[in-house]
């Protein structure tokens, strides 16, 4: 609600002074660029050791971001906010992906699957994630020697 409270004035604003539809793009590029850079940060500073490194929550995240770019697209900003939440939207659906199916995967599955995340993002999801009691991540999940550096 905080996020689309801010979209909605921001949109108001631009009606209000009539801003070129090219200005109205660059302010939400702008709007769009750091909410995503901001929600990802979240995501991926506090999310470790708390629930959101599991299925259940990441859906709940996932449902939550559809309804800002179902929101975003009714208001004719679709096309610039899927890009620009690219990432964060990657990221969250790799959280989604189920245990079973996550747990049969491979680095570099994973990595083809979610090219938009560098391969520090992307081991630190998978490091992090909370596959149960006493699990660890499976040895599968281990970067490679050139991108583990990385």
């Keep these: 609600?905080?996020?689309l409270g801010v979209f909605q004035a921001a949109l108001e604003l631009t009606s209000q002074c009539e801003l070129h539809p090219d200005l109205v793009s660059q302010t939400f590029g702008y709007l769009f660029f750091f909410s995503n850079a901001s929600l990802l940060n979240s995501l991926m500073e506090r999310g470790q050791g708390r629930p959101f490194y599991q299925w259940s929550r990441a859906?709940?995240?996932?449902?939550?971001?559809?309804?800002?770019?179902d929101w975003l697209q009714g208001a004719g900003l679709g096309d610039i906010a899927t890009e620009f939440f690219r990432k964060l939207s990657m990221a969250v659906n790799l959280l989604c992906v189920p245990r079973t199916s996550l747990l049969k995967a491979s680095w570099s599955s994973l990595r083809m699957d979610h090219?938009?995340?560098?391969p520090a993002q992307l081991h630190h999801l998978l490091s992090h994630y909370q596959l149960g009691p006493?699990?660890?991540?499976?040895?599968?999940?281990?970067p490679?020697?050139?991108?583990r550096e990385a």
């Design 1 to 3: 609600r905080p996020t």
């Design 115 to 118: 090219p938009t995340l560098t």
């Design 59 to 69: 859906v709940q995240i996932r449902t939550n971001l559809d309804l800002v770019l």
């Design 134 to 142: 006493g699990l660890q991540p499976p040895a599968a999940w281990d």
């Design 144 to 147: 490679p020697p050139a991108e």
